[in-house]
């Protein structure tokens, strides 16, 4: 791999407020670092440049990688399984098997959903993994994810398929602290984070008392009103505690969130699925920092672009219904004022940026454009049929694009994906891992264990 990259004459979106949007940018990466970002560096600083391998993007769009903030990887073999979350199969026939799974799934379903992930301009993951139901399944999910290359911030979750493996809670904690310590480093691009069960089960406050001792971050998911309450009332939340979906939240409680700086990720496809979803305008009304995932791979692509696209659309009719609901409005839409409409393209493509590695602790590393980050960068072509008329670069991501002018993706400097075609990726062997997992499962399934 060559240590010095130039990306050449892009129209670069920086997420950086002193800089915005800079048309005709060069980007220059040595070792995975980015070193500087303007205007032509090979005449202004040419030694700096010798031996770069040169990426000429002329008409492409350069941004940070996107940032996915809750995605349950180990699905992705089963992809498809749940396509309508309202039947409550996800519930009644996806997570019991779990219990058929082996550790190579979750392997196979690690290195094929990054692949995945890589492919729509992902280039970090939170991979929320609530099928650890013995030792070897984190490290299998770990490893498929670095095979992949995708940066991950692996979320190793006491929410598991019982019975399973571990015989008493202290095996369990004895088996997740091997995992961070085999695993967690910052300077990599592997991070462990754990996943504290839902309110109502025996060790909440255990489980999050064991995480904050490592010095991890957490999430939990709020499915019912009342979560954030409890969790309050017995002093647990704080910034490093991620909520998971939301949608039954008071005012009230997203006050007490805001109070201790506890961030909330939204999961559109999912959460929009016959749920409340004016989750996040109250969210942000009051100061909840909010963030977006894909959720779940047996419903549907982990495309996190995909996400922020219903978002725009589910947002835009939330934002009406809650204008008439507060003045009167004659006309077909509201009127444009502060806060209305909530979330523009920019507003979404920050969120999913430098917006989520700030509420991950990761703003330092990666999410933005800027001397001395890693070198987390996304090529998009602005398109066979021409750029818009609009000066908008984020507008022109969000409304005009898709995944197939995704050009080329770097993580930590290194190209994974060039030309719009994954590099050291077979696709042959992909198919066959997520076959033979399948295949195994279901026949697991069928013979009872």
């Known amino acids: 791999m060559n240590q010095r990259t130039l990306i050449r004459n892009a129209d670069v979106i920086t997420m950086e407020d002193a800089c915005g949007e800079i048309r005709g940018c060069d980007i220059l990466i040595d070792n995975g670092t980015i070193v500087r970002v303007a205007p032509d560096i090979a005449s202004s600083h040419g030694p700096s440049c010798e031996g770069a391998a040169v990426v000429e993007a002329s008409g492409m769009i350069a941004l940070p990688g996107l940032i996915d903030a809750h995605n349950c990887m180990w699905q992705t073999v089963l992809r498809g399984y749940v396509p309508d979350l309202w039947t409550g199969n996800y519930f009644t026939r996806l997570l019991p ?20 992930m890589l492919s729509y301009g992902t280039t970090t993951v939170v991979d929320y993994c609530h099928n650890i139901r013995a030792p070897g399944y984190a490290d299998a999910a770990i490893e498929g994810l670095r095979e992949s290359g995708i940066r991950h911030v692996f979320t190793y979750s006491f929410m598991s398929e019982l019975p399973d493996a ?31 069960e839902s ?27 009342g979560d954030v309450a409890a969790l309050d009332n017995q002093g647990l939340l704080g910034p ?12 009230e409680e997203l006050r007490r969130m805001a109070r201790s700086a506890m961030p909330l990720c939204f999961t559109p496809s999912a959460d929009v699925q016959g749920t409340p979803a004016d989750v996040v305008r109250r969210a942000a009304e ?8 894909c959720d779940v791979p047996c419903h549907v692509a982990s495309d996190p ?53 700030q509420v991950l602790g990761m703003a330092d590393r990666i999410g933005s454009l800027k001397a001395g980050k890693r070198a987390d960068i996304v090529l998009v072509r602005k398109g066979l049929f021409g750029d818009s008329i609009a000066d908008d670069l984020c507008a022109h991501l969000l409304l005009q694009t898709s995944a197939r002018e995704i050009d080329t993706v770097f993580v930590d400097g290194q190209a994974l994906l060039s030309g719009g075609r994954l590099l050291n990726h077979d696709a042959g062997r992909t198919a066959q891992r997520v076959s033979q997992s399948r295949a195994a499962i279901f026949a697991a399934a069928r013979n009872g264990g």
């Open 97 to 116: 098997l779990r219990r058929y799974f082996q550790p190579v799934d979750n392997f196979n379903s690690g290195c094929v959903g990054g692949h995945e």
């Open 166 to 196: 571990f015989d008493s809670e202290a095996a369990r904690f004895a088996d997740a602290r091997r995992v961070f310590e085999r695993f967690d480093d910052p300077g990599s691009r592997t991070t462990v984070n754990f996943g504290i």
């Open 199 to 225: 309110i109502g089960t025996a060790n909440v406050a255990g489980q999050l008392a064991f995480a904050r001792a490592l010095g991890a971050a957490s999430c939990i998911h709020l499915n019912a009103w």
């Open 240 to 251: 490093d505690l991620l909520g998971i979906h939301g949608n039954l939240l008071t005012d």
């Open 286 to 293: 009051h100061g909840v920092p909010v963030v977006f995932g």
């Open 305 to 357: 672009m995909m996400q922020l696209r219903v978002m725009y659309a589910v947002q835009g009719f939330i934002d009406g219904l809650t204008a008439r609901a507060r003045e009167e409005v004659t006309g077909r839409r509201p009127a444009v004022r502060p806060g209305m409409p909530l979330l523009r393209p920019a507003d979404l493509i920050r969120r999913a940026t430098i917006g989520c590695a």
